[in-house]
């Protein structure tokens, strides 16, 4: 497991500020989702228990396999929610006193660790756009640099203008202490 | 066409396997790439107990079931 207080290639004298997930309502409507397909069995034997004379599950193969079928359909439905919850929460932002680290899990066994260092950071813009995002006050971060990765995309965070505000101090800090390191 | 009832129960059996591998790859991920924190064990935690709590259901169900039966398809599908 990841320890916060050993990051991958830990700088001398480096400390978190601030992890950052997206924000919770992209795993909320993943939730509600899920809540839906777990419920459709229900609908389905409502609705045909109680307009036919059809009595589906009752038959000597038919209640076995409703139960079998109804047993593989929430597992698999909770194993794929739980690659959703893996997926929202293995994507994630840290942002040190040096640094940000960008790590995104793409998929299983594909997973892609980016870093910026903050003096090298040149213009930070957050954007929000959209009713829940207004409403919710999550949005989009874009982190420019000079680097080989030009751009740093913080997506659906919250509160956007705060991470930008954070960002813009931390990084004239940075700059301040590593003088002469911008250049190369 | 008559086949044994248990052809399902392997069926089922098939399906668990192949679920077993998924969750295993999924719990090997949180373990290895998650932070060191109460939220990545709870969460591991709470997707086991929920497993297990749609095993014992169905485990319940499934274990009045006869499955030596020989049974004809189309003929007793619906009662």
């Known amino acids: ?184 | 066409m008559t086949f044994p009832l248990y052809i399902l129960f392997f069926l089922y059996g098939f399906f668990l396997l192949l679920w077993t591998i998924f969750s295993l790859i999924a719990l090997y991920h949180m373990f290895k790439f998650g932070f060191k924190t109460f939220t990545t064990l709870f969460s591991m935690l709470v997707y086991l107990l929920v497993s297990f709590a749609i095993f014992y259901v169905s485990s319940y169900y499934l274990m009045g079931v006869d499955w030596t039966l020989n049974v004809s398809i189309l003929k007793n599908f619906i009662n």
């Open chain 1, 1 to 184: 497991m990841l320890s916060i207080y050993r990051l991958p290639d830990h700088l001398p004298g480096e400390k978190v500020i601030k992890i950052i997930r997206k924000d919770f309502f992209v795993l909320f409507k993943k939730i509600v989702l899920f809540v839906i397909l777990g419920g459709l069995p229900f609908l389905f034997f409502f609705v045909t228990n109680y307009s036919s004379t059809l009595n589906i599950g009752e038959g000597l193969i038919a209640y076995p396999l409703t139960i079998i079928f109804l047993s593989s359909y929430y597992l698999f439905l909770w194993l794929f929610f739980f690659f959703s919850f893996i997926d929202y929460y293995l994507d994630v932002w840290i942002i040190t006193n040096e640094r940000i680290i960008d790590i995104k899990q793409e998929g299983f066994f594909a997973r892609t660790i980016a870093e910026l260092r903050l003096y090298r950071l040149q213009d930070v813009t957050s954007e929000v756009k959209g009713i829940f995002s207004t409403l919710l006050g999550y949005g989009n971060v874009y982190a420019q640099t000079a680097g080989e990765k030009q751009r740093f995309f913080f997506k659906d965070v919250p509160r956007p203008e705060k991470i930008r505000d954070l960002l813009i101090k931390i990084s004239e800090d940075s700059r301040k202490l590593h003088k002469g390191e911008e250049m190369t």
